[in-house]
């Protein structure tokens, strides 16, 4: 049997990457775009195009990313249970990476909210003018911080990954074995 991983670690690894810099372009280069648009009654409709075109990449980048990390976490499920450290990141990435699905699929249900404000003025992608929808305006409102919260989640995740790769340095591993028994010991 092997002992490599790396197509799962790909999936894990290529499909955060994709999670994190489209959640990052959107909110800079497709909600900036919107609002570059001269008519503010088309600035919804731009935003909401760019949106409904990246969700499905953003869907197959997001099931690649679970499914990668549940193939490591099955691969590692021993370093995971008798190395120091591991159990915490790994229980700590798998909260984010739930936190950052509901983020994510929130703001998809708001954006689809802000869409009804297409053909009605708005400021920007997140921004309402007077003549918006209330209901889209709420929504915009709620947009302004989810815009940023899902780079800042998924960032996250990728910065643990990172540290997971680095808990498998036959040092770290030597290490945290060490240190496991050691309290286990007491």
């Known amino acids: ?21 489209g959640s990052l372009m959107g909110a800079i280069g497709v909600n900036g775009a919107a609002t570059a648009v001269h008519d503010p009654r088309d600035r919804a409709r731009v935003a909401a195009a ?4 990246w969700s499905p ?9 679970v499914i990668g990390g549940t193939g ?29 699905l509901a983020a994510t699929v929130y703001s998809g249900l708001l954006g689809a909210k802000t869409a009804e404000a297409a053909g009605r003025p708005v400021d920007s992608a997140t921004e309402p003018a007077a003549g918006t929808p209330p209901e889209a305006a709420a929504a915009q409102k709620q947009l302004q911080y989810l815009q940023w919260a899902l780079p800042v989640l998924t960032g996250v995740i990728v910065i ?10 036959p040092a770290q591993i030597l290490s945290g074995v060490a240190g496991k028994i050691a309290a286990r010991a007491n």
């Open 160 to 169: 643990l990954g990172a540290q997971q790769g680095e808990q498998q340095r």
């Open 1 to 21: 049997m092997s002992t490599r991983n790396t197509v799962v670690r790909a999936l894990h690894d290529v499909g955060g990457a994709a999670w994190f810099g």
């Open 72 to 100: 490591i976490l099955l691969a590692n499920r021993e370093r995971a249970k008798h190395q120091q450290g591991v159990t915490a990141n790994t229980t700590a990435k798998i909260v984010v990476t739930g936190v950052a």
């Open 57 to 65: 990449a953003n869907a197959v980048a997001i099931g690649a990313h």
């Open 50 to 53: 760019g949106w409904a075109k």
